[in-house]
């Protein structure tokens, strides 16, 4: 006998209290934990009401596989009101992030062709290739100038670094030079604001932006200003590729990056292709850098590990004869490595969908259009899903049978990761590079935690040290 959705245990029934509770407990830093314990409290489901934001909450990869079955032809998540609020504010055009149903779906198919597409691979590797090969050249002069033969530091501003050299090589198919000495301020500008809109998201995802504006709140004059300052710098490189654009006429004999193809395609209108730029280039510069501090932390823990990685990657350099999309077929170990770090410290705390139709999970019907929220930091963490989950083992990943509704850091199905090839390659690229260079090591072994500031983030610097092979 199936069980009504009214029965399904949490507390639901006053959000505001519980959203005072979840104030006081520092619950906006602490969603991640938060929704563990709910978990160990209320068991595989739970419903929960925090202001005016109301989810059923699921763990089990079982459950994840009938939750996507339901998202339906146009697959909607959480709605972002910060994000959408900003837009609207300033009169912008909504890219595919934000976009919903038939206007994201034809967006979305054209964009895919151009960015996620395993045919584009060619087109990227050789621009990854350049800025991996210029951050090793970086790393090695910071090496040199220490005098010490190594370097202790906190890697994450170079990574922020290295993720916007690398997503802006493949959109603009120009390098902003941001792997030298002096960078513009502009960039470094950009970058802040990234961090910036993130940590200013999270309090309005409980609290309405409309609200706060109306009051003049602080946080949403700060996300005023970061989304201002990303889209400033988004428009100056985008007007400048298409300023050249018209300057050049003709077919360009290399590839062109994605913006510039699109362009030429000529068939979505030029407010959607800049709106959906801007996104790709905000949406690619934490994601990743966070990612790879956090294998490189994993990889200084497990220097057994590091060194398997290792021997995996010289056999490919050797089999491919340094052909870098043939190498990149050799490396299961370091793919299985960016799976583990998502695993445990995946970007997105929750995978979240309205769902289009009527479900049965854990034998509660839940009605349609009622928003459903896969937690996957708690996945990654439950012993039933990954046996001995607080260890780090990329060969878990090895098995293809155990990946069933597992490996979703990027998301599932049409509505997953626009940016994930592009993400996945440059972190594959960097890996090899990195451990091909420099060996990973760490003082003390002190555990890093997890502080959400709408992506999840280390909760203090990570400082690792760098020695040349
Ligand atoms: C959406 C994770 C890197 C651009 C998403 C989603 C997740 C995610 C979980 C939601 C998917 C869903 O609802 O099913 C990650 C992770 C990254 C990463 C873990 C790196 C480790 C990037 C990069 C870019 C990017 C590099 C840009 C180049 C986007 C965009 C969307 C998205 C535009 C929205 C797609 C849509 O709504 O159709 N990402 N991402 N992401 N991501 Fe990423
Ligand atoms: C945050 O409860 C927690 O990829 C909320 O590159 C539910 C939620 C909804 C949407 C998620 C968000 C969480 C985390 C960050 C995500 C976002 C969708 C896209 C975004 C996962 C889980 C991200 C980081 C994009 C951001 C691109 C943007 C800056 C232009």
């Known amino acids: 006998i199936v069980r009504p959705f009214s029965e399904i245990p949490g507390l639901w029934k006053n959000g505001v209290a519980n959203l005072y509770n979840f104030w006081k407990l520092d619950g906006f830093k602490n969603l991640h934990r938060m929704m563990l314990q709910n978990f160990n409290t209320f068991g595989p489901i739970y419903r929960e009401k925090v202001g005016y934001y109301e989810s059923v909450n699921i763990i089990n990869p079982e459950d994840a596989a009938i939750l996507f079955k339901a998202e339906g032809h146009y697959p909607t998540r959480l709605k ?165 654009l018209r300057l050049e006429a003709g077919t360009p004999k290399k590839y062109p990056g994605v913006l510039a193809s699109l362009l030429m395609l000529d068939k ?103 928003l459903v929220q896969l937690g996957l930091y708690a996945m990654g963490r439950d012993a039933k899903v990954f046996p001995r989950p607080e260890q780090y083992q990329p060969s878990r990943w090895l098995r293809t049978e155990a990946h069933y509704f597992r490996s979703l850091g990027f998301g599932f199905g049409p509505r997953q990761c626009l940016g994930r090839r592009i993400a996945e390659t440059e972190m594959q690229i960097f890996l090899i590079h990195m451990l091909e260079n420099f060996r990973v090591e760490k003082e003390r072994h002190v555990e890093v935690k997890s502080t959400f500031e709408l992506i999840l983030l280390p909760e203090k610097p990570i400082i690792l040290t760098l020695k040349p092979l």
């Open 268 to 370: 979505l209108s030029i407010e959607d292709i800049k709106a959906s730029i801007t996104e790709l280039m905000a949406g690619g510069v934490d994601t990743t850098s966070i990612t790879l501090l956090w294998t490189l932390y994993e990889l200084a823990r497990h220097p057994n590990l590091q060194e398997e990685l290792r021997a995996e990657v010289a056999a490919a350099r050797a089999e491919s004869q340094g052909d870098m999309l043939e190498m990149l077929k050799r490396i299961p170990l370091v793919k299985g490595a960016l799976k583990e770090s998502l695993r445990l410290h995946p970007v997105a705390v929750s995978l979240q969908r309205y769902i289009s139709e009527d479900i049965i999970i854990q034998n509660y019907h839940i009605p349609a259009g009622t």
């Open 80 to 244: 972002v009101e910060a994000w959408t609020s900003y837009r609207d504010y300033r009169n912008r055009k909504y890219g595919v992030l934000l976009k919903n149903g038939e206007d994201w779906r034809s967006n979305r198919v054209i964009l895919n062709k151009e960015v996620i597409s395993p045919k584009m691979l060619a087109n990227f590797v050789p621009l990854l290739e350049e800025v991996g090969q210029d951050f090793v050249a970086r790393v090695h002069k910071k090496i040199m100038r220490t005098g010490q033969n190594k370097w202790t530091t906190d890697l994450s501003q170079e990574l922020f670094k290295y993720a916007l050299e690398s997503v802006s090589s493949v959109l603009y198919g120009e390098r902003l030079g941001l792997m030298l000495d002096y960078i513009d301020p502009e960039a470094q500008h950009f970058i802040d604001c990234i961090t910036l809109m993130f940590k200013t998201t999270s309090p309005m995802l409980y609290i309405p932006p409309a609200l706060l504006r109306k009051v003049g709140a602080k946080v949403w004059r700060d996300h005023v200003e970061a989304w201002d300052g990303i889209f400033n710098q988004a428009d100056r490189c985008i007007h400048n590729i298409y300023r050249q």
